[in-house]
Structures are given as structure tokens and as C-alpha cells.
């Protein structure tokens, strides 16, 4: 069997979708640190470069749009900070989560996915998105799943 753990039942959710409510590029603004974001794209993006460019990191913040805030995010020619290899996640997921808090039908959706797998099904990228063969690390799709698992555990009574 070529997918071996693919569940049939799975979420498939593309990041760059801006028609995707559970994407990065979604317009479902929201505030954090302290700063108005119009997508998670601009804000996962942007965190790339808060302690080595603050231009940078304004620039990408008040991009038109996600797409945007991608392409100057993604510079060979800028340094990203230090520790962004071990804090990509956990940016991510803030953001997603504080986007579930901030817009009530993103978090219905997420939670809609019930217990189901959610893959993001990028081709090509097998950090993110779970690849052309589906063996990436779907990192995306966890922190989907992550940020739901929270969500629940907020919705029951103590």
C-alpha cells in the first residue's frame, strides 16, 4: 500500500487558498503583539524578521496582501532571526490559534473536522504540507490539529 496511515476521510486544507477559511492567506484579521495582522500568512511571515529587520518585518506586516507578504518574507538576500528553525511552529500556531479566538466561524470550522486528519496538500512542500507522495511532515496540518485539540479542551466545563 503506497499511503500507508492515509485516512479516506481526511481534511484536505491549501494553505494558500485565500477561500480557504483554515488557510494562512484567509482575510480573518486579528491582534497580536501588540499589532493589527490582516492574514496569518502576514504575521508568520513578518515574525521571520522581528529581531534582525524591523523595516522588514513593518513592511511585510502592512503588505496589500498575503501573496505579498510571502514573496518579501521568502528573500534570499535578508537574514532570517537565529532561532527560526525552532520556532516556525510554535509562531504558526500562535497565530492560528489567536485568528480561531478572534473570528468564531474559523473555530467552528476547525472544530467541524470532528476527530478527521487534516492534511495540507501542498505537492511540493514536505515541511508544511504532506508532498507529491504524501510522506511530508504536514507540520501545517498538525498545527491545525493542535490548535484544535485546544479549542475543544477550552469548550469543556472544568
Known sequence: MLFPDLDEDAVFVRRSDGDEVLGTYSSHSFTLDGKQWSTVEHY????????????????????????????????????????????KRVVMTRAFYT?????????????????????ESSQYDYFWGCGRDRRGENTFGKVLMDVRRKLRAEQKPT
Open 44 to 87: 508568520f511571515q513578518a515574525m521571520k524578521f522581528k529581531s534582525t529587520d524591523l523595516e522588514l518585518f513593518e513592511r511585510i506586516r502592512v503588505c496589500s496582501s498575503p501573496k505579498q507578504a510571502r514573496k518579501l518574507g521568502r528573500s534570499r538576500f535578508k537574514k532570517v532571526r537565529d532561532d527560526w528553525p525552532n520556532v
Open 99 to 119: 485568528k480561531c479566538r478572534t473570528h468564531d466561524n474559523v473555530a467552528r470550522r476547525l472544530l467541524e473536522t470532528g476527530e478527521r486528519k487534516i492534511l
